[in-house]
């Protein structure tokens, strides 16, 4: 069975843009061997492996977590990403590459996020609360 790589930003990064325009995933083996197959769709970024390298998971444009199934032998064959659900991550920036990272068996993920904001509600301070308690 042959190895294989994803890429999207870093490695491959400026044929990625020069093909497509944005950001992609794609898939190579490893050593290059000039073959690769694109992964994403409407452009991606952050690819990361499950452990047994049956599912390759990224991040969209519109920050949607996403999986795909993969198949690989003689020859590498990847199904149509699905989205698992919308992340709350921090927009993508090369200074910032790894926003989530799964865990080996690909079931949870960790992120960084944005935080929201919060409602602020007045503070209630009650003076000679005892005295209240004696009538």
Known sequence: MAAYQAYGVGVGQDAARRETGRFEIYIQPVPPSGAKWQISTTGGNQPHWRRDGKELFFLATDRNLMAVAITSGATLQAG???ALFESRTLAFTQT???LYQPT??????????LFEEVEQRPISVVVNWQA???K
């Open 80 to 82: 149509v990403p699905k």
């Open 96 to 98: 910032a590459p790894h």
């Open 104 to 113: 080996p068996e690909g079931r949870r993920f960790l992120f960084i996020t």
């Open 132 to 134: 209240g308690l004696q």
